[in-house]
């Protein structure tokens, strides 16, 4: 039987290893939300990077640039962080240069995993059909927050584990601890996740709308993969 | 308002800081629950050690030699990292050396702290009380299994979490997370850990009483605490 195993935070990932597994990078607050929203809105591809240097860089050369730092917009830049931003085709046909605080690092870290996708509350059900008709084991890596763990995407996880439950064997008392949470918090997650530490510090940046719009499930049924340093629509790439 | 932080693995420990804070340490399978049972037997003190050398040294000079390494003790020591052993003051008076998987990293991890005490179930309401009562942040540190993040520890973290929440600022989402799942398997933890990874471990190794054991709360009103390198009994430290 297939296996699923989640890392709450890229600074555990040395202990588990991504090779031969599908990883699913989530940071819901708030990359992995633009990624999916941009990715259903016709962006042509997302090139992720860890500096804001390579970010301007790439946007030099005729990329957008959306770049955030502690959840505000470096100044200039074309876009920051918010999922909104993508909505209605405003970036159609475009290549994204992204850079985060803490999802593009979790990229970066899984990149000689089998396949790496982009998962989000807005594709969520997309991903579990995905995972559920591929062949390899599941690693999913959460974002977290400079290193810790966060509850947001640790709410994430224990999604998607309940998705893949009866299809997959749980490998670690993480997977438990995630889909606990998940059940716990899935009626009202805004209000579960009011008292947490990073929905505080986005609500002082007055971006409550953003949240809210992350935490909606299956609004796109859409998947971002990594190919060749970019993140792509998976459909287009079976097509092509 | 002092400030209450879990780190759920000493594999995140750096990301914290233990500088004046009282460090709770955590191995509830078995190390910190050994650890409170020994010294309410009337253990003098327990030294803590990282390798199995150390221990058996320490045991030649005339020290009980106390050893485990995958849940089983290795050959040549005089106990394992069962917590019934020390019932009955079956070691009273005798200072332990002692060296296990996970839980003796932690407390050697975390050697800088304004204080090192040592919780688990066993002696929880002790450990509470002393918290309220001392003036300084605390920091929770969970043993967890191999730098992973296991249930029985945070589970422990949350239940402290729980006596703390009406006169301790929460600092971080694990925080948040261990007080929910605390609050969600704490009818049944026995039955909520059955799935979990270190309990099918031990399972296989014919100690299901241990765990039992392990499990129920408040039996022993008795703090250990680190002072130059050895646990001992806060209250006969204070008497001295």
């Known amino acids: 039987m297939r296996k699923v195993d989640v890392c709450l935070t890229p600074e555990l990932l040395h202990l588990y290893g991504v090779k031969n597994r599908v990883v699913v990078i989530v940071d819901i607050l708030r990359a992995t939300s633009c990624m999916t929203v941009a990715i259903a809105n016709g962006v042509e591809k997302i090139i992720p990077v860890a500096k804001l240097e390579e970010c301007q860089s790439l946007r030099q050369k005729g990329c957008v640039g959306a770049a955030e730092r502690d959840g505000k917009m ?7 962080n918010s999922p909104l931003a993508y909505l209605n085709n405003a970036y159609a046909g475009k290549t994204i240069a992204m850079t985060t605080t803490n999802g593009t690092l979790a990229i970066s870290k899984s990149k000689d995993a089998e396949e790496v996708i982009i998962g989000s509350f807005l594709n969520k059900t997309a991903v579990i059909n995905y995972l559920i008709s591929q062949p390899n084991d599941v690693l999913i890596v959460c974002a977290g927050w400079k290193g810790k763990v966060n509850l947001e995407d640790t709410l994430f996880a224990g999604a998607v584990v309940e998705g893949l439950k009866d299809h ?20 009202d997650m805004l209000d579960y996740l009011s008292a947490c530490s990073h929905v505080k510090r986005l609500k002082n940046l007055h971006i409550q709308k953003d949240i809210e719009f992350c ?14 340093d970019a993140l792509v629509d998976m459909e287009k790439l079976v097509l092509t």
């Not at 470096?74 to 920051?80: A, T, V, Y």
Request: hydrophobic letters at 40%; aromatic letters at 12%.
């Open 74 to 80: 470096p100044e200039g830049f074309d876009l920051g």
């Open 168 to 187: 997959f064997e749980i490998e670690n008392d993480a997977v438990i601890a995630s889909a606990t949470l998940y059940n716990y918090a899935k009626k």
């Open 215 to 228: 935490l909606r499930e299956d609004q796109f049924n859409v998947i971002p993969v990594l190919k060749e």
